[in-house]
DNA sequence: CGTCAATATATCGTGACACGACATATTAGC
DNA sequence: GCTAATATGTCGTGTCACGATATATTGACG
């Protein structure tokens, strides 16, 4: 049975992680995308694959089923974020590349991201040893 | 325009926190609730309000609009796990309170996230150092 | 070579969630 | 008492994720 103090510290670390995804979602909505489609920006942007990864990469990084991925893409590639490219030697595959548009957008998101984390680092720091009680 | 490494490294981030998330998730799912519902209770028990905070109130704490909690606290008044109860005072205001299950369900919980959260203190110590360069 | 299982993507209907716009009830100010 | 402000609730919409299902392509193996 967990007491008073520990719901409490619990219910601060949950705030300060809502806070940054909120203040996260809004740096996108700003720029004119969902948050999800962010993620996808970024997971793209971030795979090894030097020919963008397929759409069952970006579910597995993104931690969602396959179909739920190809959605996410339908939408974000309406927006001209994204592209699809099917693999010529298994066309099975699509790879998924970031348009001009797109790479210009993450690298804008990017950049404010890094900043605002450079800047939480010190309650980021705090918050593991306030778990302890 | 942000490096190679740095899209990677907060890939890596978000990566992580999407874990966490999905894990909590999870844990919720298993007792038959969702993840908001489960934010709802702890926003409910770690609120000082000794009558229970109003429904404006958690809508502040989860950063939601007050007709967003509306909604939410419908939903989980169906499952039993929460209660409405008018303020005798002021009767526009509506306080929240765990029903026996709810505090229950959300003791559960807690337990096993306090658990999750003491042994992901080390990686979340390294994080913020990791955005530096 | 042909058949059948495995893999990769896509479609459809459903439910949770959050929102803006709007509605209603109650209290507060003057 | 009349009007502002406050607190909650309703409705229609869009995003997201899912399970169930479908289709196409590749791979394995006799």
Redesign the pocket.
């Known amino acids: 049975m967990p007491t008073d103090a520990q719901y409490q510290r619990l219910l601060a670390f949950r705030t300060a992680l809502r806070r940054f995804d909120q203040w996260s979602r809004q740096q996108a909505e700003a720029l004119g995308l969902?948050?999800?489609?962010h993620q996808l920006l970024l997971a793209i942007r971030g795979s090894a694959s030097p020919a963008g990864p397929?759409?069952?990469e970006v579910a597995e990084a993104?931690l969602?089923?396959?179909?739920?991925a190809?959605?996410?893409?339908?939408?974000t590639q309406q927006l001209g974020l994204v592209s699809?490219l099917r693999d010529p030697a298994?066309?099975?595959?699509?790879h998924l590349r970031l348009t001009d548009h797109g790479r210009d957008v993450l690298a804008q998101l990017t950049a404010v991201h890094l900043q605002e984390l450079r800047r939480l680092a010190p309650l980021l720091d705090a918050l593991p040893r306030d778990m302890e009680g």
Chains 1, 2 share one sequence.
């Open positions: 969902t948050h999800t489609q397929t759409i069952g993104l969602i089923r396959h179909h739920s190809t959605e996410l893409v339908d939408r699809r298994d066309s099975r595959r699509v």
